[in-house]
Protein backbone atom coordinates (compact mmCIF):
# COMPACT_ATOMS: atom_id res chain seq x y z
CA UNK A 1 0.00 0.00 0.00
CA UNK A 2 2.86 2.22 -0.69
CA UNK A 3 3.46 4.89 -3.68
CA UNK A 4 5.88 6.69 -5.58
CA UNK A 5 6.30 10.28 -6.81
CA UNK A 6 9.29 11.21 -8.40
CA UNK A 7 11.81 8.43 -7.56
CA UNK A 8 10.53 9.16 -4.18
CA UNK A 9 8.34 6.29 -2.20
CA UNK A 10 5.56 7.07 0.09
CA UNK A 11 4.96 5.41 2.97
CA UNK A 12 1.50 5.24 3.82
CA UNK A 13 1.16 2.05 5.96
CA UNK A 14 3.89 0.52 7.96
CA UNK A 15 6.46 -2.66 7.14
CA UNK A 16 4.87 -5.94 8.51
CA UNK A 17 1.02 -4.93 7.36
CA UNK A 18 -0.69 -7.75 5.68
CA UNK A 19 -3.39 -6.63 2.88
CA UNK A 20 -5.10 -8.55 0.53
CA UNK A 21 -7.92 -7.20 -1.33
CA UNK A 22 -9.89 -7.78 -4.53
CA UNK A 23 -10.92 -11.61 -5.24
CA UNK A 24 -8.74 -13.34 -3.41
CA UNK A 25 -10.35 -11.24 -0.09
CA UNK A 26 -13.57 -12.20 -1.37
CA UNK A 27 -12.73 -15.87 -1.87
CA UNK A 28 -10.70 -16.38 1.31
CA UNK A 29 -13.49 -14.77 3.38
CA UNK A 30 -15.86 -16.88 1.46
CA UNK A 31 -14.08 -20.35 2.07
CA UNK A 32 -13.19 -19.58 5.99
CA UNK A 33 -17.20 -19.19 6.43
CA UNK A 34 -17.81 -22.19 4.43
CA UNK A 35 -15.31 -24.32 6.38
CA UNK A 36 -16.99 -23.38 9.77
CA UNK A 37 -20.23 -24.30 8.11
CA UNK A 38 -19.71 -27.37 7.56
CA UNK A 39 -18.10 -28.12 10.93
CA UNK A 40 -21.31 -28.09 12.21
CA UNK A 41 -23.44 -28.99 9.68
CA UNK A 42 -23.42 -32.86 10.17
CA UNK A 43 -25.08 -32.23 13.64
CA UNK A 44 -28.39 -30.95 11.94
CA UNK A 45 -31.47 -32.96 12.17
CA UNK A 46 -33.01 -36.02 14.56
CA UNK A 47 -30.46 -38.46 12.78
CA UNK A 48 -27.17 -35.45 13.46
CA UNK A 49 -23.77 -36.71 14.89
CA UNK A 50 -21.92 -35.23 17.95
CA UNK A 51 -18.84 -33.56 18.10
CA UNK A 52 -16.33 -34.10 21.10
CA UNK A 53 -14.30 -31.05 21.97
CA UNK A 54 -11.25 -30.67 24.36
CA UNK A 55 -9.49 -28.19 25.71
CA UNK A 56 -5.69 -27.75 26.30
CA UNK A 57 -6.69 -28.65 29.90
CA UNK A 58 -8.38 -31.95 29.01
CA UNK A 59 -11.96 -30.72 29.28
CA UNK A 60 -14.12 -32.70 27.33
CA UNK A 61 -17.63 -31.39 25.87
CA UNK A 62 -19.78 -33.74 23.83
CA UNK A 63 -22.63 -32.02 22.54
CA UNK A 64 -24.27 -31.71 18.71
CA UNK A 65 -25.90 -28.06 19.97
CA UNK A 66 -24.41 -25.82 17.18
CA UNK A 67 -23.99 -22.60 19.22
CA UNK A 68 -21.87 -24.64 22.18
CA UNK A 69 -19.73 -26.12 19.31
CA UNK A 70 -19.07 -22.47 17.30
CA UNK A 71 -17.93 -20.87 20.77
CA UNK A 72 -15.78 -23.78 21.47
CA UNK A 73 -13.80 -23.86 19.14
CA UNK A 74 -11.35 -21.11 19.09
CA UNK A 75 -11.92 -19.76 15.67
CA UNK A 76 -9.30 -16.60 14.75
CA UNK A 77 -10.68 -15.92 10.80
CA UNK A 78 -12.81 -12.51 10.96
CA UNK A 79 -14.98 -14.06 8.09
CA UNK A 80 -15.70 -16.85 10.18
CA UNK A 81 -16.31 -15.27 13.26
CA UNK A 82 -18.93 -13.93 11.77
CA UNK A 83 -20.96 -17.10 11.49
CA UNK A 84 -20.43 -18.09 15.11
CA UNK A 85 -22.13 -14.48 15.71
CA UNK A 86 -24.83 -15.40 13.59
CA UNK A 87 -25.42 -18.54 15.78
CA UNK A 88 -24.75 -16.89 18.94
CA UNK A 89 -27.64 -13.97 17.87
CA UNK A 90 -30.20 -17.05 16.77
CA UNK A 91 -29.24 -18.75 20.49
CA UNK A 92 -30.18 -15.22 22.22
CA UNK A 93 -32.96 -14.46 20.18
CA UNK A 94 -34.84 -17.94 19.74
CA UNK A 95 -32.63 -20.69 22.08
CA UNK A 96 -32.46 -22.96 18.99
CA UNK A 97 -31.94 -23.41 15.41
CA UNK A 98 -28.14 -22.06 15.83
CA UNK A 99 -27.60 -25.14 13.33
CA UNK A 100 -29.74 -24.24 10.61
CA UNK A 101 -28.60 -20.21 10.78
CA UNK A 102 -24.64 -21.07 10.39
CA UNK A 103 -25.23 -23.64 7.40
CA UNK A 104 -27.30 -21.34 5.87
CA UNK A 105 -25.03 -18.49 5.83
CA UNK A 106 -22.40 -21.38 4.57
CA UNK A 107 -24.52 -22.33 1.46
CA UNK A 108 -25.67 -18.53 0.59
CA UNK A 109 -21.86 -17.26 0.86
CA UNK A 110 -21.09 -21.23 -1.77
CA UNK A 111 -24.02 -20.00 -3.82
CA UNK A 112 -22.58 -16.50 -3.89
CA UNK A 113 -19.17 -17.86 -4.86
CA UNK A 114 -20.64 -19.05 -7.99
CA UNK A 115 -21.94 -15.84 -9.11
CA UNK A 116 -18.63 -13.95 -7.99
CA UNK A 117 -17.06 -16.24 -11.25
CA UNK A 118 -19.53 -15.59 -13.37
CA UNK A 119 -18.49 -11.80 -12.83
CA UNK A 120 -21.21 -10.99 -11.37
CA UNK A 121 -21.04 -7.83 -9.09
CA UNK A 122 -20.75 -8.53 -4.96
CA UNK A 123 -23.05 -4.91 -5.03
CA UNK A 124 -25.81 -6.85 -7.46
CA UNK A 125 -25.51 -10.04 -5.48
CA UNK A 126 -26.34 -8.17 -2.14
CA UNK A 127 -29.39 -6.70 -3.28
CA UNK A 128 -30.57 -9.86 -4.74
CA UNK A 129 -30.00 -11.17 -1.59
CA UNK A 130 -31.99 -8.72 0.49
CA UNK A 131 -34.71 -8.83 -1.94
CA UNK A 132 -34.62 -12.58 -1.52
CA UNK A 133 -34.71 -12.60 1.85
CA UNK A 134 -37.35 -9.90 2.24
CA UNK A 135 -39.55 -12.16 0.15
CA UNK A 136 -38.85 -15.17 2.08
CA UNK A 137 -39.64 -13.63 5.38
CA UNK A 138 -43.47 -12.95 3.75
CA UNK A 139 -43.91 -16.18 2.25
CA UNK A 140 -43.15 -17.91 5.90
CA UNK A 141 -45.05 -15.41 7.52
CA UNK A 142 -47.71 -16.00 4.86
CA UNK A 143 -47.61 -19.97 5.62
CA UNK A 144 -47.06 -19.91 9.48
CA UNK A 145 -50.15 -22.14 11.25
CA UNK A 146 -51.58 -19.79 14.63
CA UNK A 147 -50.64 -20.99 18.49
CA UNK A 148 -51.47 -19.64 21.35
CA UNK A 149 -50.50 -20.96 25.15
CA UNK A 150 -53.71 -23.15 25.14
CA UNK A 151 -52.20 -25.31 22.60
CA UNK A 152 -50.42 -27.54 25.38
CA UNK A 153 -50.18 -30.54 22.67
CA UNK A 154 -49.11 -28.80 19.84
CA UNK A 155 -46.50 -26.94 21.93
CA UNK A 156 -45.04 -30.18 23.49
CA UNK A 157 -44.89 -31.36 19.63
CA UNK A 158 -42.17 -28.31 19.55
CA UNK A 159 -40.76 -29.41 22.54
CA UNK A 160 -40.10 -32.94 21.30
CA UNK A 161 -38.63 -31.33 18.25
CA UNK A 162 -36.56 -29.48 19.70
CA UNK A 163 -34.82 -32.43 21.39
CA UNK A 164 -35.09 -34.88 19.14
CA UNK A 165 -31.68 -36.32 18.05
CA UNK A 166 -30.16 -34.68 21.11
CA UNK A 167 -28.58 -37.51 23.54
CA UNK A 168 -32.07 -36.75 25.83
CA UNK A 169 -33.90 -38.64 23.43
CA UNK A 170 -35.12 -41.56 25.84
CA UNK A 171 -36.85 -39.06 28.09
CA UNK A 172 -37.59 -36.67 25.52
CA UNK A 173 -41.27 -36.59 25.75
CA UNK A 174 -41.30 -36.86 29.52
CA UNK A 175 -38.44 -33.79 29.08
CA UNK A 176 -41.15 -31.82 26.70
CA UNK A 177 -43.91 -31.80 28.96
CA UNK A 178 -41.72 -29.97 31.36
CA UNK A 179 -40.70 -27.47 29.19
CA UNK A 180 -44.11 -26.65 28.15
CA UNK A 181 -45.03 -26.25 31.59
CA UNK A 182 -42.40 -24.32 33.16
CA UNK A 183 -42.74 -21.56 30.62
CA UNK A 184 -46.76 -21.84 30.70
CA UNK A 185 -46.19 -20.97 34.79
CA UNK A 186 -43.54 -18.36 33.85
CA UNK A 187 -45.67 -16.56 30.85
CA UNK A 188 -47.26 -13.24 32.04
CA UNK A 189 -49.86 -10.82 30.18
CA UNK A 190 -48.95 -7.09 29.34
CA UNK A 191 -50.98 -5.16 27.43
CA UNK A 192 -52.78 -7.98 25.46
CA UNK A 193 -49.40 -9.85 24.75
CA UNK A 194 -48.18 -12.65 26.33
CA UNK A 195 -44.26 -11.88 27.44
CA UNK A 196 -41.75 -14.65 28.81
CA UNK A 197 -38.52 -14.63 30.67
CA UNK A 198 -36.79 -17.44 30.47
CA UNK A 199 -34.31 -15.94 33.19
CA UNK A 200 -37.44 -16.97 35.62
CA UNK A 201 -36.96 -20.75 34.28
CA UNK A 202 -33.85 -21.78 36.60
CA UNK A 203 -31.76 -24.81 36.10
CA UNK A 204 -30.24 -26.67 38.14
CA UNK A 205 -27.85 -29.66 36.90
CA UNK A 206 -27.13 -32.37 39.35
CA UNK A 207 -25.09 -35.66 37.84
CA UNK A 208 -26.33 -38.87 39.35
CA UNK A 209 -29.52 -40.41 39.03
CA UNK A 210 -31.67 -40.88 35.86
CA UNK A 211 -32.75 -38.37 33.20
CA UNK A 212 -36.41 -39.36 34.47
CA UNK A 213 -35.69 -37.72 37.77
CA UNK A 214 -35.42 -34.79 35.99
CA UNK A 215 -38.26 -32.48 38.42
CA UNK A 216 -40.31 -29.30 37.55
CA UNK A 217 -40.63 -27.22 41.11
CA UNK A 218 -43.30 -25.11 41.10
CA UNK A 219 -41.10 -23.01 43.08
CA UNK A 220 -37.42 -22.87 43.62
CA UNK A 221 -34.62 -25.07 44.42
CA UNK A 222 -31.49 -22.84 46.47
CA UNK A 223 -27.97 -24.25 46.00
CA UNK A 224 -27.89 -23.41 50.01
CA UNK A 225 -27.88 -25.37 53.33
CA UNK A 226 -30.30 -24.32 56.24
CA UNK A 227 -27.15 -22.56 58.67
CA UNK A 228 -27.97 -24.23 61.78
CA UNK A 229 -28.39 -27.84 62.85
CA UNK A 230 -31.20 -27.06 65.63
CA UNK A 231 -33.21 -25.57 62.90
CA UNK A 232 -36.31 -27.87 61.26
CA UNK A 233 -35.60 -29.53 57.76
CA UNK A 234 -39.26 -28.98 56.79
CA UNK A 235 -41.96 -26.07 57.04
CA UNK A 236 -45.10 -26.72 55.62
CA UNK A 237 -47.62 -23.54 55.19
CA UNK A 238 -44.02 -21.69 54.73
CA UNK A 239 -44.11 -17.65 55.31
CA UNK A 240 -40.55 -16.75 53.77
CA UNK A 241 -39.05 -13.11 54.77
CA UNK A 242 -36.63 -12.24 52.30
CA UNK A 243 -33.84 -9.94 53.88
CA UNK A 244 -31.01 -8.32 51.53
CA UNK A 245 -29.76 -6.90 54.98
CA UNK A 246 -27.33 -8.43 57.77
CA UNK A 247 -28.55 -10.36 60.83
CA UNK A 248 -25.79 -8.88 62.81
CA UNK A 249 -24.42 -5.93 64.77
CA UNK A 250 -22.88 -3.50 62.54
CA UNK A 251 -19.12 -3.43 62.47
CA UNK A 252 -17.68 0.26 63.58
CA UNK A 253 -16.00 2.66 60.99
CA UNK A 254 -12.59 1.96 60.41
CA UNK A 255 -10.97 4.36 61.84
CA UNK A 256 -13.25 4.29 65.40
CA UNK A 257 -11.89 3.08 68.61
CA UNK A 258 -13.20 1.84 71.60
CA UNK A 259 -11.32 2.26 74.98
CA UNK A 260 -12.52 -0.27 77.43
CA UNK A 261 -10.67 0.48 80.86
CA UNK A 262 -13.00 -1.26 82.98
CA UNK A 263 -13.93 -5.10 82.16
CA UNK A 264 -17.46 -4.35 83.14
CA UNK A 265 -17.78 -1.74 80.33
CA UNK A 266 -16.48 -4.91 78.08
CA UNK A 267 -19.50 -6.90 79.60
CA UNK A 268 -22.32 -3.69 79.08
CA UNK A 269 -20.36 -3.69 75.16
CA UNK A 270 -21.20 -7.67 74.98
CA UNK A 271 -24.51 -7.47 76.29
CA UNK A 272 -25.84 -4.34 74.14
CA UNK A 273 -24.21 -6.18 71.09
CA UNK A 274 -26.67 -9.36 72.16
CA UNK A 275 -29.95 -7.17 73.40
CA UNK A 276 -29.87 -5.98 69.14
CA UNK A 277 -29.51 -9.22 68.11
CA UNK A 278 -32.44 -10.16 69.95
CA UNK A 279 -34.13 -7.09 68.76
CA UNK A 280 -34.05 -8.05 65.80
CA UNK A 281 -34.15 -11.83 66.31
CA UNK A 282 -37.50 -10.49 67.75
CA UNK A 283 -39.02 -8.66 65.05
CA UNK A 284 -38.14 -11.62 62.45
CA UNK A 285 -40.59 -13.72 65.37
CA UNK A 286 -43.25 -11.31 65.59
CA UNK A 287 -43.60 -10.90 62.12
CA UNK A 288 -44.72 -14.42 61.77
CA UNK A 289 -42.19 -15.97 59.07
CA UNK A 290 -41.07 -19.22 59.75
CA UNK A 291 -38.17 -19.18 56.95
CA UNK A 292 -35.75 -16.30 56.68
CA UNK A 293 -33.84 -15.77 52.86
CA UNK A 294 -31.17 -13.41 53.97
CA UNK A 295 -28.71 -12.17 51.34
CA UNK A 296 -26.18 -10.94 53.93
CA UNK A 297 -24.66 -12.48 56.97
CA UNK A 298 -26.50 -13.95 60.07
CA UNK A 299 -24.62 -13.87 63.59
CA UNK A 300 -23.77 -17.20 65.13
CA UNK A 301 -25.85 -15.83 68.36
CA UNK A 302 -28.98 -14.45 65.82
CA UNK A 303 -28.93 -18.07 64.30
CA UNK A 304 -29.30 -19.75 67.66
CA UNK A 305 -32.21 -17.71 69.11
CA UNK A 306 -33.74 -17.86 65.20
CA UNK A 307 -33.21 -22.17 65.74
CA UNK A 308 -34.77 -21.87 69.05
CA UNK A 309 -37.91 -20.02 67.93
CA UNK A 310 -38.14 -22.82 65.18
CA UNK A 311 -37.15 -20.58 62.03
CA UNK A 312 -35.33 -22.27 58.81
CA UNK A 313 -32.44 -19.44 57.77
CA UNK A 314 -30.23 -19.45 55.40
CA UNK A 315 -27.81 -16.85 54.48
CA UNK A 316 -25.90 -15.40 51.69
CA UNK A 317 -28.02 -15.97 49.29
CA UNK A 318 -27.46 -14.62 45.63
CA UNK A 319 -29.24 -11.28 44.55
CA UNK A 320 -31.02 -13.48 41.12
CA UNK A 321 -32.21 -16.00 43.71
CA UNK A 322 -33.50 -13.67 45.75
CA UNK A 323 -35.07 -12.07 42.55
CA UNK A 324 -36.83 -15.55 41.62
CA UNK A 325 -38.12 -15.80 45.28
CA UNK A 326 -39.80 -12.91 45.19
CA UNK A 327 -41.13 -13.71 42.30
CA UNK A 328 -41.95 -17.32 42.92
CA UNK A 329 -43.36 -16.31 46.43
CA UNK A 330 -45.14 -13.25 46.10
CA UNK A 331 -42.98 -11.78 49.07
CA UNK A 332 -40.91 -8.51 48.78
CA UNK A 333 -37.08 -7.87 48.93
CA UNK A 334 -36.69 -5.79 52.33
CA UNK A 335 -34.14 -3.92 53.24
CA UNK A 336 -35.07 -3.05 56.85
CA UNK A 337 -36.75 -5.03 59.43
CA UNK A 338 -38.41 -2.10 61.53
CA UNK A 339 -40.48 -1.24 57.87
CA UNK A 340 -41.72 -4.88 57.59
CA UNK A 341 -45.34 -5.62 56.99
CA UNK A 342 -46.94 -8.80 56.86
CA UNK A 343 -47.73 -8.18 53.05
CA UNK A 344 -44.33 -8.15 52.78
CA UNK A 345 -44.25 -12.51 53.39
CA UNK A 346 -44.17 -14.70 50.75
CA UNK A 347 -45.65 -17.99 51.09
CA UNK A 348 -44.83 -21.59 49.85
CA UNK A 349 -46.77 -25.13 50.26
CA UNK A 350 -42.89 -26.26 51.89
CA UNK A 351 -39.42 -25.48 52.19
CA UNK A 352 -37.61 -28.54 52.74
CA UNK A 353 -33.62 -29.31 52.71
CA UNK A 354 -32.70 -32.24 50.60
CA UNK A 355 -29.32 -34.20 49.93
CA UNK A 356 -28.90 -34.16 46.22
CA UNK A 357 -25.81 -35.90 45.20
CA UNK A 358 -24.32 -35.06 48.17
CA UNK A 359 -25.08 -31.55 49.12
CA UNK A 360 -27.47 -29.83 50.45
CA UNK A 361 -29.74 -27.58 48.89
CA UNK A 362 -33.17 -26.08 49.59
CA UNK A 363 -36.51 -26.87 47.84
CA UNK A 364 -39.05 -24.15 48.03
CA UNK A 365 -42.57 -26.16 46.45
CA UNK A 366 -46.01 -26.08 45.87
CA UNK A 367 -45.74 -21.98 45.11
CA UNK A 368 -49.48 -20.79 44.57
CA UNK A 369 -48.82 -18.87 41.04
CA UNK A 370 -45.05 -18.87 40.60
CA UNK A 371 -43.55 -16.76 38.18
CA UNK A 372 -40.38 -18.12 39.07
CA UNK A 373 -39.32 -22.05 39.06
CA UNK A 374 -37.16 -24.20 39.19
CA UNK A 375 -36.20 -27.12 36.75
CA UNK A 376 -33.65 -29.90 38.50
CA UNK A 377 -31.62 -31.45 35.97
CA UNK A 378 -30.69 -35.14 36.58
CA UNK A 379 -28.47 -37.53 34.63
CA UNK A 380 -26.09 -40.60 34.99
CA UNK A 381 -22.87 -38.24 34.67
CA UNK A 382 -21.89 -34.57 34.15
CA UNK A 383 -21.65 -35.05 30.08
CA UNK A 384 -25.46 -36.37 29.94
CA UNK A 385 -26.79 -33.77 32.39
CA UNK A 386 -24.77 -30.90 30.63
CA UNK A 387 -26.34 -32.06 27.20
CA UNK A 388 -29.69 -32.70 28.35
CA UNK A 389 -29.37 -29.00 30.03
CA UNK A 390 -28.74 -27.63 26.30
CA UNK A 391 -31.94 -29.68 25.13
CA UNK A 392 -34.03 -28.32 28.06
CA UNK A 393 -32.82 -24.60 26.62
CA UNK A 394 -33.54 -25.05 23.21
CA UNK A 395 -36.65 -27.06 24.28
CA UNK A 396 -38.06 -23.80 26.40
CA UNK A 397 -36.86 -21.56 24.02
CA UNK A 398 -38.71 -23.14 21.35
CA UNK A 399 -41.71 -23.53 23.23
CA UNK A 400 -41.35 -19.66 24.37
CA UNK A 401 -40.46 -18.19 20.98
CA UNK A 402 -43.91 -20.65 19.50
CA UNK A 403 -46.04 -18.69 22.23
CA UNK A 404 -44.59 -15.38 21.57
CA UNK A 405 -44.83 -14.57 18.52
CA UNK A 406 -48.05 -16.75 18.16
CA UNK A 407 -46.92 -19.11 15.08
CA UNK A 408 -45.66 -21.87 13.96
CA UNK A 409 -44.50 -24.36 11.10
CA UNK A 410 -43.81 -27.67 10.29
CA UNK A 411 -40.30 -29.23 10.66
CA UNK A 412 -37.94 -31.77 8.03
CA UNK A 413 -36.88 -29.32 5.57
CA UNK A 414 -40.65 -28.14 4.85
CA UNK A 415 -40.56 -24.36 5.16
CA UNK A 416 -37.51 -24.38 3.40
CA UNK A 417 -38.53 -26.15 0.59
CA UNK A 418 -41.78 -24.13 0.39
CA UNK A 419 -39.80 -20.87 0.75
CA UNK A 420 -37.41 -22.37 -2.20
CA UNK A 421 -40.12 -22.68 -5.09
CA UNK A 422 -41.88 -19.03 -4.03
CA UNK A 423 -38.68 -17.94 -4.59
CA UNK A 424 -37.71 -19.28 -8.02
CA UNK A 425 -41.48 -18.01 -9.08
CA UNK A 426 -40.59 -14.29 -7.90
CA UNK A 427 -36.82 -14.67 -9.05
CA UNK A 428 -38.75 -14.65 -12.85
CA UNK A 429 -40.60 -11.33 -12.07
CA UNK A 430 -37.58 -9.35 -10.79
CA UNK A 431 -35.23 -9.92 -14.24
CA UNK A 432 -31.66 -8.51 -14.35
CA UNK A 433 -28.77 -9.67 -12.58
CA UNK A 434 -30.66 -9.94 -9.12
CA UNK A 435 -32.70 -12.20 -10.89
CA UNK A 436 -29.30 -14.31 -10.15
CA UNK A 437 -28.91 -13.81 -6.81
CA UNK A 438 -32.58 -14.54 -5.98
CA UNK A 439 -32.35 -17.94 -7.74
CA UNK A 440 -29.01 -18.69 -5.64
CA UNK A 441 -30.87 -17.50 -2.50
CA UNK A 442 -33.35 -20.04 -3.41
CA UNK A 443 -30.58 -23.15 -3.94
CA UNK A 444 -29.28 -22.15 -0.48
CA UNK A 445 -32.58 -22.65 0.96
CA UNK A 446 -32.44 -26.02 0.15
CA UNK A 447 -29.41 -26.64 2.01
CA UNK A 448 -31.53 -27.63 5.22
CA UNK A 449 -33.64 -30.61 3.58
CA UNK A 450 -30.63 -31.97 1.69
CA UNK A 451 -28.07 -31.75 5.08
CA UNK A 452 -31.19 -33.31 6.53
CA UNK A 453 -31.38 -36.28 4.36
CA UNK A 454 -27.41 -36.64 4.24
CA UNK A 455 -27.44 -36.77 7.98
CA UNK A 456 -29.63 -39.79 7.59
CA UNK A 457 -28.00 -41.65 5.16
CA UNK A 458 -30.75 -40.55 2.37
CA UNK A 459 -29.65 -40.08 -1.58
CA UNK A 460 -30.46 -35.97 -1.52
CA UNK A 461 -30.68 -36.09 -4.71
CA UNK A 462 -33.44 -38.38 -4.88
CA UNK A 463 -35.56 -37.19 -2.58
CA UNK A 464 -34.96 -33.35 -3.15
CA UNK A 465 -36.45 -34.39 -6.61
CA UNK A 466 -39.40 -35.81 -4.48
CA UNK A 467 -39.64 -32.67 -1.95
CA UNK A 468 -39.72 -30.09 -4.90
CA UNK A 469 -42.65 -32.48 -6.84
CA UNK A 470 -44.76 -32.47 -3.43
CA UNK A 471 -44.32 -28.81 -3.22
CA UNK A 472 -45.20 -28.53 -7.03
CA UNK A 473 -48.04 -30.34 -6.33
CA UNK A 474 -49.04 -27.76 -3.39
CA UNK A 475 -48.26 -30.17 -0.36
CA UNK A 476 -46.77 -26.87 1.50
CA UNK A 477 -45.88 -28.88 4.21
CA UNK A 478 -43.81 -31.82 2.61
CA UNK A 479 -41.15 -32.30 4.31
CA UNK A 480 -38.37 -35.26 4.88
CA UNK A 481 -39.42 -37.92 7.31
CA UNK A 482 -35.80 -39.23 8.52
CA UNK A 483 -36.72 -41.86 10.34
CA UNK A 484 -38.81 -43.40 7.41
CA UNK A 485 -36.84 -42.21 4.31
CA UNK A 486 -39.77 -40.68 2.74
CA UNK A 487 -41.23 -37.53 1.94
CA UNK A 488 -44.01 -36.98 4.02
CA UNK A 489 -46.78 -34.06 5.59
CA UNK A 490 -44.50 -32.99 8.32
CA UNK A 491 -47.52 -30.81 10.05
CA UNK A 492 -49.45 -34.36 10.14
CA UNK A 493 -46.17 -36.13 11.60
CA UNK A 494 -46.35 -33.52 14.82
CA UNK A 495 -43.14 -32.04 13.80
CA UNK A 496 -43.28 -28.65 14.33
CA UNK A 497 -41.08 -25.42 14.98
CA UNK A 498 -41.64 -21.91 16.20
CA UNK A 499 -41.68 -19.81 12.87
CA UNK A 500 -39.06 -17.54 14.68
CA UNK A 501 -36.76 -20.10 14.29
CA UNK A 502 -36.72 -19.99 10.69
CA UNK A 503 -37.35 -15.91 10.45
CA UNK A 504 -34.27 -15.13 12.60
CA UNK A 505 -31.91 -17.71 10.45
CA UNK A 506 -33.14 -16.28 7.64
CA UNK A 507 -32.63 -12.68 8.49
CA UNK A 508 -29.00 -13.25 10.53
CA UNK A 509 -28.01 -15.33 7.69
CA UNK A 510 -28.74 -13.29 5.03
CA UNK A 511 -27.47 -10.35 6.36
CA UNK A 512 -23.95 -11.75 7.99
CA UNK A 513 -23.55 -13.20 3.81
CA UNK A 514 -24.16 -9.62 2.49
CA UNK A 515 -21.81 -8.15 4.63
CA UNK A 516 -18.81 -10.65 4.05
CA UNK A 517 -19.69 -10.60 0.15
CA UNK A 518 -18.99 -6.78 0.26
CA UNK A 519 -15.79 -6.89 1.47
CA UNK A 520 -13.19 -6.26 -1.08
CA UNK A 521 -9.75 -5.49 0.64
CA UNK A 522 -8.27 -6.68 4.02
CA UNK A 523 -5.80 -5.13 5.96
CA UNK A 524 -4.14 -6.27 9.08
CA UNK A 525 -1.85 -3.84 10.55
CA UNK A 526 -0.75 -3.68 14.81
CA UNK A 527 -3.32 -1.03 15.74
CA UNK A 528 -6.09 -3.24 14.47
CA UNK A 529 -5.59 -6.95 15.29
CA UNK A 530 -2.25 -6.33 17.66
CA UNK A 531 -0.02 -7.34 15.47
CA UNK A 532 0.92 -7.16 11.50
CA UNK A 533 1.19 -10.11 9.88
CA UNK A 534 -0.98 -13.27 9.21
CA UNK A 535 -2.60 -14.54 12.22
CA UNK A 536 -1.38 -17.53 14.31
CA UNK A 537 -2.40 -21.16 13.60
CA UNK A 538 -3.98 -19.79 10.12
CA UNK A 539 -3.77 -21.51 6.75
CA UNK A 540 -3.53 -18.97 3.41
CA UNK A 541 -6.85 -19.77 1.58
CA UNK A 542 -7.33 -18.62 -1.68
CA UNK A 543 -4.46 -15.94 -2.25
CA UNK A 544 -3.03 -16.03 1.09
CA UNK A 545 -3.86 -16.29 4.64
CA UNK A 546 -6.48 -13.80 6.76
CA UNK A 547 -5.49 -11.04 9.36
CA UNK A 548 -6.45 -11.23 12.42
CA UNK A 549 -9.56 -9.76 13.68
CA UNK A 550 -9.95 -6.67 13.12
Not at 214 to 233: A, N, Q
Not at 299 to 328: C, E, F, N, P, T
Not at 375 to 387: C, F, P, Y
Amino acid sequence: MNGQIGGQPIIVVPEGTFRESGRNAQMSNIAAAKVVADAVRTTLGPKGMDKMLTDSLGEVVITNDGVTILEEMEIQHPAAKMVVEVAKAQDEEVGDGTTTAAVLTGELLKQAEGLLEQKIHPTSIAQGYRLAKEKALEIINKIGIDVSIKDKELLTKIALTSMTGKSSESAKEFLAKIAVEAVSQVAVEDEGKIVIDLDQVKLEKKAGGSTDETTLISGLIIDKEIVHSGMPRKVEDAKLLLLNSAIEVKELERDAQIRITDPSQMNAFIEQEEKMLKEMVEKIINSKANVVFCQKGVDDMAQHYLAKAGIIVARRVKKSDMDALSKATGGSVISNLDEMAASDLGSSGIVEEKKISGSEMIFVRKCKDPKSVSILVRGGTDHVVDEIERAMKDALGGVSASIEVGKIVAGGGAPEAEIAKELRKYSESVGGREQLAISAFANAMDIIPKTLAENAGIDPINILVELRSQHDKGVKWAGIDVFKNLVQDMLKQGVVEPIKIKTQAIKSASEAAEMILRIDDVISASKLGGGGGMPEGMPPMGGGGMPPMM
